[in-house]
């Protein structure tokens, strides 16, 4: 089966088609969250040398929100057009380490960090927000790699890697793996600014 594998969540863009466990197309660019026309490009260059695929899978984040929806919109566009099937999984199962176990750590803004941790590629806890204070105090403890998709210069211990997508096919191909909607996987409730009332 043709797997498409779409990962826009990070500075580090990926596309992978995979027919089965081979290899067809497999591109990775440096993601400007402000321009998806490389995107576009490398999907479009991926579809004109091959067969439609039989299964779409997109890297729900956590990170990008911009990114994750670009991924998610031309997902459903390819869904409608071909009548492949979709899989949205998270984006930080989908870090290419052999590490069995890791953490995955990030910056959610307002002086605010994510962690979750991994383990067989499944996110095992979280993600889930804490302080400066309380990630410190959790990398203390803890008796595994830890990864970021993003520099965190506070935390130097902390691995800078970026989803695969190709890891993203892999594991869409695997049954015993359970399949989230497709919407990005957002760190806190959704900010909804009201209309203003009639004066």
């Known amino acids: 089966m043709r797997t498409l594998a779409l990962e826009l969540s990070s500075a580090q863009g990926s596309i992978a088609l995979l027919d089965g466990e081979q290899r067809l197309f497999v591109s990775e660019w440096a993601n400007d969250r402000k321009d998806s026309g490389p995107f576009f490009e490398h999907l479009q260059g991926c579809l004109q040398k091959f067969d439609n695929p039989e299964r779409i899978v997109v890297g729900l984040g956590p990170g990008s929100y911009a990114g994750t ?39 959610a803004r307002r002086e605010s960090f994510f962690f979750a941790l991994v383990e067989e590629r499944r996110c095992i806890e979280g993600p889930l927000l804490c302080t400066s204070e309380e990630l410190t105090e959790r990398l203390d403890t803890l008796d595994c790699p830890v990864f970021a998709a993003e520099p965190l210069p506070n935390f130097p211990t902390v691995v800078l890697i970026y989803p695969s997508a190709i890891l ?3 594991l869409a191909t695997a049954t015993s793996i359970s399949i989230a909607p497709l919407e990005p996987i957002y760190l806190r409730e959704p900010h909804i600014t009201s209309p203003a009332g009639p004066k």
Do not use: F
Request: charged share 5%.
């Open 168 to 170: 993203l096919a892999q």
């Open 69 to 107: 929806r670009i991924a998610i919109a031309a997902a459903i566009g390819l869904q409608a057009a071909t009548g492949a099937a979709l899989i949205g999984l998270p984006s930080l199962c989908a870090m290419p380490t052999t590490a069995s176990k890791y953490m995955v750590v990030g910056d």
